[in-house]
Antibody, heavy 121, light 107 residues
Framework: QVQVVQSGAEVKKPGASVRVSCKAS????????LHWVRQAPGQGLEWMGW????????NFAQKFQGRVTMTRDTSSSTVYMELSRLRSDDTAVYYC??????????????WGRGTLVTVSS | DIQMTQSPSSLSASVGDRVTITCRAS??????LNWYQQKPGKAPNLLIYAASSLQSGVPSRFSGSGSGTDFTLTISSLQPEDFATYYCQQSYGIPRTFGQGTKVDIK
């Protein structure tokens, strides 16, 4: 079954870091970029960045530069997103999404169920 | 960054209505435009990619059109399961920006 499965909910204090995982199965892990998108409560979708599971290359939204790290483990077909120096406004559901395309179109065709990260003192 | 602006932000409609949502990009994006549907507590689901291509498994009552800067998502006959929030997204450049969403609820 083609899917990406994310880790469970997290509660963190301000200033801490959180690491969310996204495990791919049912397809060639290194064949597709994986993106991270977050959604604050009652708000819209915010793109955070991508990782190339083949090379480990990354690209982040300027807003998160210096605070976000994305890594991958090809042996377990898992990518990780770590966000540091957490603030209360980082409280959100974090999604990983597979990027599918052929140069004429790029689109997120497979999404994880999301991981709720709550930042609270 | 490319800004994506959807209109309206919300709308009320009845089952069977024809619904149209528009999305405007701040610069030309060719046809690099996707539409997603999101229901409460769920992940977004791809409906339309490349402005007008229907994702596999998506009902044919959904259609997309447009190119350049102006795009449209149309639901030809609204069904009960279509009440949700819809987002456009450009994939022309990085960052992959989304519109602010259009919530479709029951009239």
């Amino acid at each position: 079954q083609v899917q990406v499965v994310q880790s469970g909910a997290e509660v963190k204090k301000p200033g801490a870091s959180v690491r969310v995982s996204c495990k791919a199965s049912g397809y060639t892990f290194t064949g597709y970029y994986l993106h991270w998108v977050r959604q604050a409560p009652g708000q819209g979708l915010e793109w955070m960045g991508w990782i190339n599971p083949s090379s480990g290359g990354t690209n982040f939204a300027q807003k998160f530069q210096g605070r976000v790290t994305m890594t991958r483990d090809t042996s377990s077909s898992t990518v990780y997103m770590e966000l540091s120096r957490l603030r209360s406004d980082d409280t959100a559901v974090y999604y990983c999404a597979r990027d599918r395309g052929d140069g004429y179109s790029w689109h997120f065709d497979l999404w994880g169920r999301g991981t709720l990260v709550t930042v609270s003192s | 960054d490319i800004q994506m602006t959807q209109s309206p932000s919300s709308l009320s409609a009845s089952v069977g209505d024809r619904v149209t949502i528009t999305c405007r990009a701040s610069q030309t994006i060719s046809n690099y435009l996707n539409w997603y549907q999101q229901k409460p507590g769920k992940a977004p689901n791809l409906l339309i990619y490349a402005a007008s291509s229907l994702q596999s498994g998506v009902p044919s009552r959904f259609s997309g059109s447009g190119s350049g800067t102006d795009f449209t998502l149309t639901i030809s006959s609204l069904q009960p399961e279509d009440f949700a929030t819809y987002y456009c997204q450009q994939s022309y450049g990085i960052p992959r920006t989304f519109g602010q969403g259009t919530k479709v609820d029951i009239k």
